[in-house]
């Protein structure tokens, strides 16, 4: 089991930055594939960002550019830097995990919401334009 613990959401005006940050405990992030993901009002959680256990880094073609992921292991906490941020990214945005041998084994594809078996409980950010 591995608990995920999101933080670093807020209000920001358009073209600002956030840092979010997911920080876990009960298992190493390093062997996972972390996620992040977000949910607007009304509309369904869509894929944002993703880190696997070799570093690879995956992006939604929405914020590529723009948001960098990245993993510290000697603190198990996964961040979502968010540059240049637009009104459109308002939403509550959630980290996800699944381990290796589980994406392996199943086939998992880092940007369906199914692949990960862990999830926080989300931080809001909300863009003024």
């Known amino acids: 089991q591995v608990q995920l613990v999101e933080s670093g959401g807020g209000l920001v005006q358009a073209g600002g930055s956030l840092r979010l940050s997911c920080e876990a405990s009960g298992r190493t992030l390093r062997s996972y594939v972390t996620g992040w993901f977000r949910q607007a009002p009304g509309k369904e959680r869509d894929f944002v960002a993703a880190?696997?256990?070799?570093?690879?880094?995956y992006y939604a073609d929405s914020v590529k550019g723009r948001f960098t992921v990245s993993r510290d292991n000697a603190k198990n906490t996964v961040y979502l830097q968010m540059n240049s941020l637009k009104p459109e990214d308002t939403a509550v945005y959630y980290c996800?995990?699944?381990?290796?041998?589980?994406?392996?084994?199943?086939?998992?594809?880092?940007?369906?919401?199914?692949?990960?078996?862990?999830w926080g409980q989300g931080t809001q950010v909300t863009v003024s334009s």
């Open positions: 996800a995990a699944v381990p290796r041998s589980d994406y392996v084994y199943y086939s998992g594809t880092y940007y369906y919401k199914d692949s990960y078996d862990y």
């Open positions: 880190i696997n256990w070799n570093d690879n880094t």
